[in-house]
């Protein structure tokens, strides 16, 4: 749970981890909800590349500026080395991999996991009572998956890459391609 505590109690920070990660496979028919339980170190990443162009004069300036690409990626560590979790990890459907055994790279014809991927944190507090949420339409888990070893709990990380579903399979459109972030306050005053 993400706490807020400021000299007055009105300050507006988040603190803590992501409370609430759910990968969802087929969302718009018959989806399957699987939660990653611990999670933490979680992170959102929105990132832009632009193009300048620059005019003839001397000195040269920008004459303008456009956007030529834009990412969405969360990422973070999961803590709970299940069967649903480690095959979401590898990019590969849970319902598929029922016999225990998970298999890289099995065909030529391997195909990525899609779902959507939603993220919550709440803060809370007398003064606040805010939500943020995260929504990626069409998710696929994107690194390498490394299981570590040691004393403590292992963690391993993973990361989810939005993919550009602007015909709305996932449940994207044009305005929204990529996902949404979210924020509410239920305060009432």
Not at 29 to 58: A, D, K
Not at 80 to 105: F, R, T
Not at 131 to 144: D, F, P, S, Y
Request: hydrophobic share 35%.
């Amino acid at each position: 749970m993400a706490y807020s505590r400021g000299k007055q109690d009105d300050r507006d920070y988040f603190i803590g981890d992501w409370d609430w990660i759910q990968f969802t496979t087929d969302p718009l028919g018959i989806p399957t909800n699987y939660l990653l339980g611990h999670f933490t170190e979680g992170s959102l990443e929105i990132s832009r590349e632009n193009y300048e162009h620059q005019n003839s004069t001397f000195p040269r300036t920008v004459d303008f500026t456009a956007v030529v690409n834009v990412g969405l990626t969360f990422s973070g560590n999961f803590s709970e080395l299940s069967l649903n979790n480690l095959a979401l990890a590898a990019g590969q459907d849970p319902a598929d991999v029922a016999d225990g055994y998970i298999y890289p790279a099995t065909s030529c014809t391997d195909t990525n996991l899609y779902g959507n991927l939603v993220a919550n944190r709440q803060q809370c507090s007398s003064a606040f009572n805010n939500m943020l949420e995260v929504k990626i339409w069409k998710a696929r888990a994107g690194n390498t998956l490394t299981i570590g070893g040691g004393e403590e709990v292992i963690e391993v990380p993973v990361e989810f890459i939005a993919q550009d579903d602007r015909g709305g399979t996932y449940g994207g459109s044009d305005e929204a391609p990529l996902g949404y972030i979210f924020h509410t306050n239920t305060t009432s005053v």
